[in-house]
């Protein structure tokens, strides 16, 4: 159970006033707190962004790639690679489509997604 959890337990039991007052109070410092990403958040999401046009750049020439290939090829892990290709899948920069490896079946292959205003 986290701690937002049991707090809303306490809100939704209530068992006193002052109980739910206090409650409620810690609730809103967690919305507060979570509001603003860390120092640490913040330059682990600039860090990322810059892989993902280092990405996008491997993929600008339109070829479907693997994962692996587009790790070794920026210089990063495979599992970091795939988690970023997912960021970019979800939004709607990458196109995900399966592809055949011989003696690994079948695996997702990325293709950068183009625009109309990209084709200009």
Known sequence: MTKREFLNAVVDA????EMSAF???EIASLDKRNATPSKAEKEKRAENEKLKVAIAAVLADGTVRVAS???STVGMT????????RQMSEAGAVAVSEV???????VKGYALVTTEADSE
């Open 23 to 25: 409650a409620k109070k």
């Open 69 to 71: 290939e587009i790790a």
């Open 100 to 106: 055949k490896i011989k003696g690994k079946g079948k």
């Open 14 to 17: 209530n068992l006193s006033e």
């Open 78 to 85: 495979t599992s970091k690679a795939s988690a970023l290709l």
